[in-house]
């Protein structure tokens, strides 16, 4: 096992590219990501470092359930952590939005999961600047930045490699001495 687990939700297929991404990014370091729809709560449990990543889906909320009633994603993996002690375990966030097409909820659903991981007792690294983009508000800003990596494959997709590498510089240190 890697000692960083990266977990994510996906809707669209992006939020698991970009997860596929930092892995190869980490390399040894890392696990492969496993899309929270296939997870449970121990095989997130059984990592002092994480990596989580979400879109954000129509009036800026976690992707949910599919249109037959499954469960999707982490609207329904995150009530699970409700109770579960995160503390000692760091954690690093990364979320995709589409800064043109939903600017007044710009990569929102990354503030459900910074909540419940801070109220679990995780220590939450890895804030990214709000410069360099493009939108109205956003509820996943925290103290300036945003709570995490932000991506806008739609618009930004030619910034989204280095991106990813800046934010591993910051997070790849404080992940590896969790």
């Known amino acids: ?3 960083i687990g990266i977990f994510f939700g996906s809707d669209t297929g992006n939020t698991r590219r970009v997860a596929k991404t930092i892995h190869k ?3 040894d370091d890392a696990d492969a990501p496993v899309n929270v729809q ?4 121990d095989d997130l449990l059984k990592y002092d470092a994480l990596i989580l990543g979400t879109p954000t889906l129509g009036e800026g909320e976690l992707p949910g359930l599919d249109s037959g009633g499954s469960a999707e994603s982490w609207a329904e993996f995150l009530p699970q952590l409700q109770g579960v002690d995160l503390t000692g375990k760091v954690v690093a966030l990364f979320g995709l939005g589409d800064q043109e097409g939903y600017g007044d909820e710009f990569v929102d659903a990354l503030i459900f999961i910074y909540n419940q991981v801070i109220e679990s007792g995780a220590k939450v690294v890895g804030s990214w600047p709000t410069e360099g983009y493009s939108f109205e508000a956003s509820k996943a800003i925290v103290e300036g930045d945003f709570v995490g990596l932000v991506i806008d ?3 930004q ?3 989204t490699e280095e991106r990813i590498d800046e934010w591993l510089e910051i997070v790849k240190p404080e992940l590896l001495a969790a």
Not at 38 to 41: L, Q
């Open 153 to 155: 494959h739609d618009n």
């Open 157 to 159: 997709k030619d910034l």
């Open 25 to 27: 990014k980490l390399g």
């Open 38 to 41: 296939k997870a449970s709560i």
């Open 1 to 3: 096992m890697g000692k």
